[in-house]
């Protein structure tokens, strides 16, 4: 069943139904490929408060994976704040920060803090 639920998460992304995609590659647990579309939805669902959705897909993921995604660490900060979970914010900031590769162009750099 996993590479089914992988093969519809594929195609679901080539057809750019990114939400469907993610549920279908958690599903297979592939989750690397999940990140890497959670990513680029990050700041999209953030500006539209979809904070539960976010959350649920990367509750979903192992934890130190979700730690080591500075766009992921920085949506868990901002679920955070909106769930008045205040103690968390800084430890995601943190790992956010620590996740930033070395060589990350200092634009890229800006964007992510």
């Known amino acids: 069943m996993p590479e089914l639920h992988r093969k519809a998460g594929d195609w679901l992304e080539n057809q750019d139904r990114i939400s469907e995609a993610i549920e279908h590659l958690l599903d297979a647990q592939a989750f690397l490929p999940a990140c890497q579309l959670i990513d680029t939805q990050v700041e999209q ?29 920085i949506a868990q900060a901002w ?21 930033i590769p070395e060589d990350s162009p200092a634009e890229l750099r800006d964007a992510w803090l």
């Open 45 to 73: 669902l953030v500006g539209r408060s979809d904070m539960f959705r976010m959350l649920g897909w990367i509750r979903r993921l192992p934890k130190d994976l979700a730690r080591s995604r500075p766009w992921l660490c």
């Open 79 to 99: 679920s955070a704040l909106f769930l008045d979970d205040v103690a968390q914010i800084e430890l995601f900031l943190q790992a956010a920060e620590s996740a």
